[in-house]
């Protein structure tokens, strides 16, 4: 208050600044307290956390001979090995490829029955949603450790297992997508006296598309990327060539396997990338 | 047979002409406790320009959602060529389509081309089921098209909605608004978001397809000039309320002031209400 | 007046509506190169579906089946929570760390790789290298490499979610940080700040938020995943899943499950209330 009301005279400038100075370390020094306040409990969280389950930085650097053995193991990769994970890395391939066209196809009618705006009723959606978060939840080995065990081993459990858990992740961000759409568009479409489903067709599915396409070559990106490991545990792709040369101890062709994945990831990293740029 | 066929004559006896929509009564109080609109009673001519005239906050927005009921009313009638369009047990997509709405940020799907834009406006000819294939009659599409033709949009056909430019999109929209085939057009603030030049253009195809086709136009406006220089007729709002009915002549200085600043006495009557009507 | 002359009914109008309509024909029919893509890209579906076993009959053979092992979890075996309480809480821990060595793991290598933090080109492409070794390679090998370094238990699942985590964060906080809006960092340049000072104060309080949430959504995943790197040895609940899937006790794989969802489903919900508190 004094600053404004007598700026006009030296004296009461300079007491304004003194005033608005002494305000600013007390904000110091509060906000001090506050970092402090909040330290103490997170700095806790962490020791005990890290203490249950063994953090320990000494482990970490008495560990490094054991890494360097490992690596020194593998090295040099068998380069000829190449060869025989050929069929394996296609394999890969084919699993992320039909268990995200399934995830797709499953996704369209569940991200409308689980948005708020096109739900056909609010149960539906409550339902809807509570379904998603459980293939959400649930990591897709742990579906194909299910899998294998109903279905046998092989991809076509990979397949299965990818399918689901990319479902529940594409079904709800696209869901609440379709719920963030421009209220306005809907507006005019209501107000041409177009029914509700002509609203969704005409002017929700429009706007949701772009997100939809861009979220689903996301997920093939990311489902390659679990189908790497789906042969862990026996549901078929270059994991399980990984885990066999392990088991056998041939350790040179462990890190072909590693280099394949490597590369494999990094190829569709980067072309589902320059898709994703051509449809935005 | 052209379906959109001019009736010239329409304008020129709009003065004479029977009233097609009545407003009677009409109130709108929001949840929130808002008075939007309070007992507000208009007769709209056959095939005249009538402007709504009014600071943001008036009702003017309220009143064309209360018509083709994308608002309920709370109280109040409705009436159109003498049925009552207000009130329960009503078919909300026949009466809708009735009217067709123009916006002020146009509301074009923006990833739908310009055809498939304006044959939205057919929607509410056609079952649902066909519209899942985004498929339109060979009808519809031509009632499209002249549309487009008729805001000079037809060489704009298929590119996509947000690639053109503002003017173009109400352009566009006013296509899609005719394409209903409507009796009435509301037209909610169509050029506040476009530059005085555009503005003016777009005003004058509004007003060029009411003369043409002999359709109804309830303008919403906030600007006194566009007001004076469209209108055939002019109604002012307040507060929700309708403070001046009139000609373009008949809109003094005097008037301006009631609609847009309220005088000394009025604010200190309703000095307990301020501040709950700005939406 | 501005407006265009579409007079309705000459022949001029009704020529553009046939040559509009013509187009639309036209631009509707299927092409050669059309079709060549579409049966290629069914060639190549059929093709990879008989490669993953994907036939109907054996989709249609195998859903019951799956119905039938999922029933088998219920009820699930309530008594065994006395056995998995501590793993869970475990798998909560691991994620903890992960996402804490993510970040430290991450926030370095990200800044490295930003465009509009680091000049040398060089610098910044072996920084980006790295990240993708990290990022490209699943936690679960991961913890495979771990296990084999620091033993069995909980620690190697953490450190190998905080590298596979850290690569993705850092190449994550890295777009943040080259996303930053420019006007900030350029009006700090004027006053004629150093490299280091744009950094702190122009670039990094704009890309802050983003590194929070981008932290928080990760621990989410970290969660989701935490639950099977015990199948690798490297702790939490997924050895006591893995083992109960094995012994074919689906009552206590149902619990597993039961115990997982809620665990998951508490984290995300509490994470995406503080999201939703940063902006």
Same mark, same amino acid.
């Given at each position: 208050?004094?600053?404004?009301?007598?700026?006009?005279?030296?004296?009461? #400038?300079?007491?304004?600044?003194?005033?608005?100075?002494?305000?600013?370390?007390?904000?110091?020094?509060? *906000?001090?307290?506050?970092?402090?306040?909040?330290?103490?409990?997170?700095?806790?969280?962490?020791?005990?956390?890290?203490?249950?389950?063994?953090?320990?930085?000494?482990?970490?650097?008495?560990? =490094?001979?054991?890494?360097w053995d490992f690596l020194t193991r593998m090295f040099?990769?068998?380069?000829?090995?190449? =060869?025989?994970?050929? $069929?394996?890395?296609?394999?890969?391939?084919?699993?992320?490829?039909?268990?995200?066209?399934?995830?797709?196809? =499953?996704?369209?009618?569940?991200?409308?029955?689980?948005?708020?705006?096109?739900?056909?009723?609010?149960?539906? #959606?409550?339902?809807?949603?509570?379904?998603?978060?459980? =293939?959400?939840?649930?990591?897709?080995?742990? #579906?194909?450790?299910?899998?294998?065990?109903?279905?046998?081993?092989?991809? #076509?459990?990979?397949?299965?297992?990818?399918?689901?858990?990319?479902?529940?992740?594409?079904?709800?961000?696209?869901?609440?997508?379709?719920?963030?759409?421009?209220?306005?568009?809907?507006?005019?479409?209501?107000?041409?006296?177009?029914?509700?489903? *002509?609203?969704?067709?005409?002017?929700?599915?429009?706007?949701?598309?772009?997100?939809?396409?861009?979220?689903?070559?996301?997920?093939?990106?990311?489902?390659?990327?679990?189908?790497?490991?789906?042969?862990?545990?026996?549901?078929?792709?270059?994991?399980?060539?990984l885990i066999q040369t392990m088991k056998l101890f041939?350790?040179?062709?462990?890190?072909?396997?590693?280099?394949?994945?490597?590369?494999?990831?990094?190829?569709? $990293?980067?072309?589902?990338?320059?898709?994703?740029?051509?449809?935005? | 047979?052209?379906?959109?066929?001019?009736?010239?004559?329409?304008?020129?006896?709009?003065?004479?002409?029977? &009233?097609?929509?009545?407003?009677?009564?009409?109130?709108?109080?929001?949840?929130?406790? &808002?008075?939007?609109?309070?007992?507000?009673?208009?007769?709209?001519?056959?095939?005249?320009?009538?402007?709504?005239?009014?600071?943001?906050?008036?009702?003017?927005?309220?009143?064309?959602?209360?018509?083709?009921?994308?608002?309920?009313?709370?109280?109040?009638?409705?009436?159109?060529?003498?049925?009552?369009?207000?009130?329960?047990?009503?078919?909300?997509?026949?009466?809708?389509?009735?009217?067709?709405?123009?916006? /002020?940020?146009?509301?074009?799907?923006?990833?739908?081309?310009?055809?498939?834009?304006?044959?939205?406006?057919?929607?509410?000819?056609?079952?649902?089921?066909?519209?899942?294939?985004?498929?339109?009659?060979?009808?519809?599409?031509?009632?499209?098209?002249?549309?487009?033709?008729?805001?000079?949009?037809?060489?704009?056909?298929?590119?996509?909605?947000?690639?053109?430019?503002?003017?173009? /999109?109400?352009?566009?929209?006013?296509?899609?608004?005719?394409? /209903?085939?409507?009796?009435?057009?509301?037209?909610?603030?169509?050029?506040?978001?476009?530059?005085?030049?555009?503005?003016? /253009?777009?005003?004058?195809?509004?007003?060029?397809?009411?003369?043409?086709?002999?359709?109804?136009?309830?303008?919403?406006?906030?600007?006194?000039?566009?007001?004076?220089?469209?209108?055939?007729?002019?109604?002012?709002?307040?507060?929700?309320?309708?403070?001046?009915?009139?000609?373009?002549?008949?809109?003094?200085?005097?008037?301006?002031?009631?609609?847009?600043?309220?005088?000394?006495?009025?604010?200190?009557?309703?000095?307990?209400?301020?501040?709950?009507?700005?939406? | 007046?501005?407006?265009?002359?579409?007079?309705?009914?000459?022949?001029?109008?009704?020529?553009?509506?046939?040559?509009?309509?013509?187009?639309?024909? !036209?631009?509707?029919?299927?092409?050669?190169p059309h079709l060549i893509a579409l049966a290629f890209?069914?060639?190549?579906? !059929?093709?990879?579906?008989?490669?993953?076993?994907?036939?109907?009959?054996? @989709?249609?053979?195998? %859903?019951?089946?799956?119905?039938?092992?999922?029933?088998?979890?219920?009820?699930?075996?309530?008594?065994?929570?006395?056995?998995?309480?501590?793993?869970?809480?475990?798998?909560?821990?691991?994620?903890?760390?992960?996402?804490?060595?993510?970040? !430290?793991?991450?926030?370095? %290598?990200?800044?490295?790789?930003?465009?509009?933090?680091?000049?040398?080109?060089?610098?910044?492409?072996?920084?980006?290298?790295?990240?993708? %070794?990290?990022?490209?390679?699943?936690?679960?090998?991961?913890?495979? +490499?771990?296990?084999?370094?620091?033993?069995?238990?909980?620690?190697?699942?953490?450190?190998?979610?905080? @590298?596979?985590?850290?690569?993705?964060?850092?190449?994550?906080?890295?777009?943040?940080?080259?996303?930053?809006?420019?006007?900030?960092?350029?009006?700090?340049?004027?006053?004629?700040?150093?490299?280091?000072?744009?950094? %702190? +104060?122009?670039?990094?309080?704009?890309?802050?938020?983003?590194?929070?949430?981008?932290?928080?959504?990760? +621990?989410?995943?970290?969660?989701?995943?935490?639950?099977?790197?015990?199948?690798?040895?490297?702790?939490?609940?997924?050895?006591?899943?893995?083992?109960?899937?094995?012994?074919?006790?689906?009552?206590?794989?149902?619990?597993?499950?039961?115990?997982?969802?809620?665990?998951?489903? !508490?984290?995300?919900?509490?994470?995406?209330?503080?999201?939703?508190?940063?902006?």
């Amino acid at each position: 208050m004094a600053a404004t009301t007598n700026k006009s005279d030296a004296a009461g #400038f300079a007491r304004a600044v003194a005033v608005a100075l002494e305000a600013e370390s007390r904000h110091q020094r509060r *906000q001090l307290v506050v970092a402090v306040v909040w330290a103490i409990p997170i700095v806790a969280i962490l020791w005990f956390t890290g203490r249950q389950i063994g953090m320990n930085p000494i482990a970490i650097v008495s560990g =490094l001979p054991y890494m360097w053995d490992f690596l020194t193991r593998m090295f040099p990769p068998e380069i000829e090995y190449v =060869l025989l994970l050929v $069929d394996a890395t296609v394999e890969t391939i084919k699993i992320a490829v039909w268990g995200t066209l399934i995830a797709i196809l =499953l996704s369209i009618p569940l991200t409308l029955l689980g948005a708020r705006n096109t739900t056909p009723h609010i149960v539906v #959606f409550h339902a809807t949603r509570m379904f998603l978060n459980v =293939l959400r939840s649930i990591n897709e080995l742990v #579906f194909a450790l299910i899998f294998v065990s109903a279905v046998g081993l092989g991809p #076509f459990a990979g397949v299965l297992a990818i399918a689901l858990h990319a479902t529940g992740m594409l079904a709800k961000f696209c869901a609440e997508e379709a719920e963030g759409v421009d209220k306005g568009q809907i507006e005019a479409l209501q107000a041409t006296g177009a029914s509700k489903m *002509q609203v969704i067709l005409f002017a929700v599915i429009p706007q949701v598309v772009p997100a939809f396409i861009s979220y689903a070559i996301y997920r093939l990106d990311v489902s390659i990327r679990s189908a790497t490991v789906l042969g862990l545990v026996g549901a078929g792709g270059l994991g399980f060539s990984l885990i066999q040369t392990m088991k056998l101890f041939k350790y040179h062709q462990t890190a072909t396997c590693i280099l394949v994945i490597f590369l494999l990831v990094l190829v569709s $990293d980067w072309i589902c990338a320059k898709l994703r740029e051509r449809v935005i | 047979m052209n379906t959109l066929a001019p009736s010239p004559t329409m304008s020129s006896t709009a003065a004479l002409s029977r &009233t097609t929509l009545s407003i009677q009564g009409l109130s709108k109080l929001y949840a929130g406790g &808002t008075q939007a609109l309070d007992n507000v009673s208009i007769d709209v001519r056959e095939g005249e320009f009538l402007v709504i005239l009014g600071p943001s906050g008036a009702g003017k927005s309220t009143l064309m959602r209360c018509l083709n009921r994308l608002v309920e009313p709370s109280a109040g009638k409705v009436i159109h060529n003498g049925e009552e369009i207000s009130g329960p047990n009503k078919n909300l997509r026949e009466i809708r389509h009735r009217f067709g709405m123009v916006f /002020q940020q146009f509301n074009l799907v923006k990833r739908l081309s310009v055809l498939t834009n304006v044959l939205t406006g057919r929607l509410a000819y056609r079952s649902a089921w066909r519209s899942l294939f985004y498929n339109f009659s060979q009808e519809d599409k031509r009632i499209a098209i002249e549309c487009l033709a008729r805001v000079n949009m037809d060489h704009k056909t298929f590119q996509r909605a947000d690639t053109l430019s503002g003017g173009e /999109q109400q352009r566009v929209a006013i296509a899609r608004a005719l394409a /209903q085939k409507p009796r009435i057009i509301l037209a909610d603030e169509p050029v506040a978001s476009l530059d005085p030049k555009i503005a003016r /253009q777009v005003l004058g195809y509004l007003k060029q397809v009411s003369q043409e086709l002999g359709i109804t136009v309830l303008c919403n406006l906030h600007q006194v000039d566009y007001a004076r220089e469209f209108a055939e007729r002019i109604v002012g709002m307040s507060r929700g309320a309708v403070v001046f009915q009139g000609s373009a002549a008949e809109l003094t200085d005097n008037i301006i002031q009631r609609i847009y600043y309220r005088d000394a006495s009025a604010d200190a009557d309703r000095g307990d209400n301020r501040g709950r009507d700005d939406e | 007046m501005t407006t265009g002359t579409a007079t309705a009914g000459d022949g001029g109008e009704a020529r553009t509506v046939d040559r509009v309509l013509a187009e639309i024909a !036209a631009r509707k029919r299927w092409r050669l190169p059309h079709l060549i893509a579409l049966a290629f890209a069914i060639g190549f579906l !059929a093709w990879a579906a008989e490669g993953v076993s994907l036939r109907p009959g054996e @989709v249609v053979s195998a %859903l019951p089946v799956i119905g039938e092992y999922f029933a088998r979890m219920w009820p699930p075996k309530w008594q065994f929570a006395a056995n998995v309480w501590q793993p869970a809480i475990e798998t909560i821990y691991i994620a903890l760390w992960g996402s804490v060595l993510s970040a !430290a793991i991450g926030l370095p %290598l990200g800044i490295l790789a930003a465009n509009n933090v680091v000049r040398s080109v060089v610098v910044r492409n072996a920084a980006r290298a790295v990240l993708n %070794l990290l990022r490209s390679i699943s936690e679960l090998i991961w913890a495979i +490499f771990f296990v084999s370094a620091v033993g069995l238990g909980p620690f190697p699942g953490a450190l190998a979610l905080g @590298v596979n985590y850290g690569g993705i964060l850092g190449r994550l906080y890295a777009e943040a940080m080259e996303n930053v809006d420019p006007g900030p960092i350029e009006a700090l340049r004027a006053t004629g700040a150093s490299r280091m000072q744009v950094i %702190l +104060f122009a670039i990094l309080p704009q890309a802050l938020p983003q590194f929070v949430t981008y932290n928080l959504y990760w +621990f989410e995943v970290g969660v989701r995943s935490a639950t099977v790197l015990g199948m690798v040895g490297a702790g939490g609940i997924g050895f006591e899943l893995v083992t109960s899937i094995r012994l074919f006790e689906w009552r206590e794989t149902g619990l597993i499950l039961l115990i997982i969802l809620g665990m998951v489903t !508490a984290i995300d919900m509490t994470s995406t209330y503080i999201r939703g508190r940063i902006y």
